[in-house]
Nanobody, 118 residues
Framework: QVRAVESGGGLVQAGGSLRLSCTVS????????IGWFRQAPGKERELVAT???????IYADSVKGRFTISRDNIEDTVYLQMDSLRPEDTAVYYC????????????WGQGTQVTVSS
């Protein structure tokens, strides 16, 4: 069964940084799309950043200039570098993956908590 595994969440003060990691069982590099999503209490899950197999990246407006998604094919891992964190970034962050570039994200991780204190 293919699934994603996230790591790297934690508690940080506003203005600080965290780096999240995602690996997909089997092969991360075989996935056409890898994305980071987040869900805050009482809110819908929202897209944070995605990267496809050719390296095209998309960011939510709320994180542009602060977060960077990267895909390391040697380490077979996708990272989300989060800088200048704000309290409103507090959420459970999920990694999603898909093989079909035009399809839905099919493979998900269990999520990792990111808490930013003011």
């Amino acid at each position: 069964q293919v699934r994603a595994v996230e790591s790297g969440g934690g508690l940080v003060q506003a203005g600080g940084s965290l780096r999240l990691s995602c690996t997909v069982s089997g092969s991360t590099r075989s996935m056409n799309g890898i994305g980071w999503f987040r869900q805050a209490p009482g809110k819908e899950r929202e897209l944070v950043a995605t990267v496809n197999i050719i390296g095209t990246k998309i960011y939510a407006d709320s994180v542009k200039g602060r977060f960077t998604i990267s895909r390391d094919n040697i380490e077979d891992t996708v990272y989300l570098q989060m800088d200048s964190l704000r309290p409103e970034d507090t959420a459970v962050y999920y990694c999603g993956a898909k093989k079909n570039p035009w399809g839905d994200y099919m493979y998900w991780g269990q999520g990792t908590q990111v808490t930013v204190s003011s």
